[in-house]
C-alpha cells in the first residue's frame, strides 16, 4: 500500500504517515522511487499496537 492509503487508513496526514514510516514499525519498500508498505507486515504492527485506528475503508487495489 502506498504511503497515502495508509494515512487515509489511519486517519492521519502526510506528515505523520511518513513520520510513522521513519520510525520504521512495518517493512516497506521502494517501488519506481516510491515507498510501498508490506500490507501483512503493516497488518501484524497494526495488531501488536494500540495508539492507531483504522477510520476508513481504503480500496488497495485502486489508483488514484
Known amino acids: 500500500m502506498s504511503v ?9 496526514g502526510k ?3 511518513y513520520w510513522l514510516i ?3 514499525p512495518f ?12 500490507i501483512g ?3 501484524k504492527w497494526y495488531a501488536a ?4 485506528h483504522k477510520v476508513a ?3 488497495l ?4
Not at 487495489?61 to 488514484?64: D, F, L
Open 22 to 24: 521513519k520510525k520504521k
Open 15 to 17: 506528515t505523520d504517515a
Open 49 to 52: 499496537q494500540s495508539h492507531y
Open 27 to 38: 517493512e516497506i519498500i521502494i517501488v519506481d522511487k516510491k515507498m510501498r508498505i508490506m
Open 61 to 64: 487495489g485502486k489508483e488514484e
Open 57 to 59: 475503508s481504503v480500496d
Open 41 to 43: 507486515s503493516f497488518e
Open 4 to 12: 497515502m492509503e495508509m494515512g487515509k487508513l489511519l486517519g492521519i
